[in-house]
């Protein structure tokens, strides 16, 4: 699906340029989570202030710099893949 959806030129030509967030844009409207990320800005609460067992585990923010809507859908399915580590080292951990 994500090859898919990713490499299709359609999907891209309408998501590409549009819906752009700039990260002062998104940092000065307190714009959080995922579409902060998208935006550029590298900030993750599990990073900043972990929780449960996150302060153990090793793992990237992914993050975009676009800020459109193709670069969202890009850093969401990254962080799918993100999280699937997360699972997979917390369960080695367990």
Same mark, same amino acid.
């Not at 940092?27 to 959080?32: K, R």
């Not at 995922?34 to 202030?49: I, T, Y």
């Given at each position: 699906m994500e090859?898919?959806?990713l490499? =299709?030129e @359609?999907?891209f030509?309408?998501? $590409?340029?549009i819906?752009?967030?700039p990260?002062?844009?998104a940092? $000065? =409207?307190? @714009?959080?989570g995922? =579409? ?5 800005? #590298?900030?993750? @609460?599990?990073?900043?202030?972990p929780? &449960? *067992?996150y302060? #153990?585990?090793?793992? =990237?923010? @992914?993050? *975009?710099?676009?800020g459109?809507?193709?670069s ?6 990254? &962080?799918?893949?993100e999280s699937l580590?997360?699972? #997979? &080292? ?5």
């Open positions: 090859g898919f959806l490499s =299709n @359609v999907f030509d309408r998501t $590409s340029k819906g752009i967030l990260a002062d844009l940092l $000065s =409207n307190d @714009v959080t995922p =579409n902060l990320r998208a935006s550029g800005v #590298e900030f993750d @609460v599990r990073k900043a202030s929780h &449960e *067992a302060g #153990e585990l090793d793992f =990237n923010v @992914v993050n *975009a710099k676009e459109d809507a193709y969202k859908t890009l850093r969401r399915m990254r &962080e799918i893949w580590n997360i699972i #997979e &080292e917390a369960l080695e951990n367990a």
